[in-house]
């Protein structure tokens, strides 16, 4: 299999264990007695770790270029002229 797909795989697999972590915790960490206004907390709260996470991905591993973001200007130096 090409390297790009075990790429692409972490990248989900990466997203989906952030959204699943995020979840048990905040489930954890509110109370018992749930409105759904807790449920939509909780699911915008995964959600937004899931995409930090994609976004933090995304940048660090398949967008980066071998020079950076930044690419130096080459400076052309005139030719001296020759007697």
Known sequence: ?????????LLVIGV????????VV???LIPTPRRSVDY???GGAA???AMAVLFLL???TW???PTGIVRR???ETPAEPSS
């Open 73 to 75: 200007r080459v400076v």
């Open 1 to 9: 299999m090409p390297p790009r797909f075990f790429r692409l795989a």
């Open 26 to 28: 905040m489930m954890q």
């Open 47 to 49: 959600t937004f770790a």
């Open 40 to 42: 939509m907390i909780i």
């Open 63 to 65: 967008y980066k270029l």
């Open 58 to 60: 995304l940048v660090t």
């Open 16 to 23: 989906v264990f952030t959204f699943c972590l995020s979840l």
